[in-house]
């Protein structure tokens, strides 16, 4: 039986494999925000916020021009309302975008018509609502390139620059977008003299750019975002699966060699896969694709059955079932080079292509024709994926120590690592000290982890308690920040401590914002690191560090308990588990 459960889990695998070569016909993701006459909502591109609650609030105003931003501005200002700013998009995770009750709402959608490329000063200028891949293909078009972006091509121009999105480089302006940025324009509320709004343009030098680049949606609406280009160039890259014995030893010098450099770590596998990325000549031969295996579309049914496969491994307790998964998932991901394309597909190393082909993807976000078998994995419609997503962002000089707390957590047990691994286990990103007021003040290294949720908020995580432990190492051990657009709420206590420059943040919020109109109890939750939620459950869904047994699930055997590595840290643990943590 349980044979036959495993070859079903190979299948499936399979199945994505067929499915990603034969069909060309997904479903685009729902949008993100709903109206009708009355009223309009808004959820992340998972479907559902981090504390479950909807996000409501009044009929929306879509401008089209720079001069429609302003006046929505000065309409909101005039009649005292505050202001939140939503894109066609709304990839971040956490509920930044959320208005208070008395808001109007700006979306961004149908302000993307402008991307002007200068070729000459090498630089692009586009409308904050442009699509990622938008801005992309204008500016490869004219034979140049856009040297960082993040690895999801599913962002806008506004949105990605307010959140600090990066890609992974330790090289030149580094991997993060906002330090390619060199001129970004504001529109802000303003006397009633000046029209109750105002455009104001900042400029390379100026110096509230350092606070606009990075400032999650709070300082004004982003109206056009200048970014520096390069000539244009290739990439090579091949990856090495190799075994993690040294990834502490070894990432320094991994980041430094190569310019587009990562990591992605395995645990349960003692398997790091190293990516060795570097730029060459346009002229170099190849026209491959990093179609990347997570971002692309894959069968519903398929998408449907993992989901459902994980959930019977989830409540039968079964780890070694999540080992053999993980194990298939990563053979997988050896043999397609997960999802680099040489032309169709995968067949040898280095893959090389354009820049624009390398860095970005998501193919899972276009809909060709009106076939609909096909979607995002995580779609919010159908039965697929569901799973919560930590980012924690390391000073370079703090990461192999943290390396090393959970290669001694992993030692324990290597099998508790497994649901991580059924994703994409410990993905290690390079950026580089940033002059942007929340954004990285030295040289860094993050790390991105996704892993179960379940449908109901209530029901704990098989081995919950250790993946609550690794994110308490990171987040309060090793004093790393979290990505402003991922993580549970419990990963941003205490951020604003962690920030050199947050008084100076705050201070150009005060000028260009004095009456905080674009502030919510949402932005305000997460950009000063609130505990607010200490309700029965709450460390389930990373609401809250758990105190008390009644944060966790003690009426499913869930229990707060210390940490096994990191004793400070406070856990929810299945009593199954409870010798080990005497250990
Ligand atoms: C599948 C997936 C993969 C991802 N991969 C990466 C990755 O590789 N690297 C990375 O760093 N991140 C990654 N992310 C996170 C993602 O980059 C961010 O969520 C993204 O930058 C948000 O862009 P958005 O356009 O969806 O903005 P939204 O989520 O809609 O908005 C983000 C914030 O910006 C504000 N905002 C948006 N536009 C404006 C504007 N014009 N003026 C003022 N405020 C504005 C909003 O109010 C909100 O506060 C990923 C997310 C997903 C879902």
Known sequence: MALLRWLHCLFLIFSIWVSTLATTQPMPPPPPLRCNQTHCTLSNSYGIW?????????????????????????????????????????????????????SMVIST????????????????????????????????????????????????VGGMISSGAHGSSWWGNGGAVHDHVVGLSLVVPAKESQGFAKVIRLGAQHPLLNAAKISLGILGVISKVTFALERGFKRSIAYNFTDDSAIENEFLDHGRKHEFADIAWYPSRHTAIYRYDGRVPLNATGDGV???????????????????????????????????????????????????????????????????KMQTSGSCLYSPSARIDTSCSWDPRIKGLFFYESTAIFPASKFADFVLDVKSLRDLNPENFCGVDIYNGFLIRFIKASKAYLGQSEDSVVVDFNYYRSNDPLSPRLNQDVLEEVEQMAFFKHGAKPHWAKNRNLAFLDVHNKYPNFSKFLAAKKQLDPLNVFSSEWSDEILFGKDVNRENGCALEGQCVCSEDRHCSPERGY????????????????????ASSEA
């Open 50 to 102: 981090g504390d479950r609650t909807t996000c409501h609030f009044p009929p929306t105003v879509f401008p089209t021009t720079e001069e429609e931003l302003r006046q929505a501005v000065a309409n909101a200002t005039r009649n005292n309302l505050k202001i939140k700013v939503v894109t066609k998009f709304s990839h971040s995770i956490p509920k930044l975008a959320c208005p208070d009750s008395i």
């Open 109 to 156: 959608e149908n302000y993307n018509s402008k991307i002007n490329v200068d070729a000459q000063n090498l630089a692009v200028t586009a409308d904050s609502g442009v699509g990622l891949r938008d801005l992309i293909d204008a500016v490869e078009e004219k034979g140049l390139s856009l040297a960082a972006a993040p690895y999801w091509e599913g962002v806008s």
């Open 290 to 356: 990093n179609d990347f295996l997570g971002f692309q579309s894959n069968s519903i049914l398929v998408s449907e059955s993992i989901r459902a496969a994980e959930k019977t491994l989830e409540n039968t307790r079964n780890v070694k079932g999540k080992c053999t998964l993980a194990s298939s998932c990563l053979a997988y991901k050896k043999l397609v080079a997960n999802g680099l394309k040489n032309n169709i597909m995968f067949t040898g190393y280095p893959v090389v292509g354009r820049q624009g």
């Open 559 to 578: 229990f707060c308990h210390p940490g096994l590595v990191y004793k400070e840290a406070r856990v929810c643990r299945h009593r199954a588990n409870d």
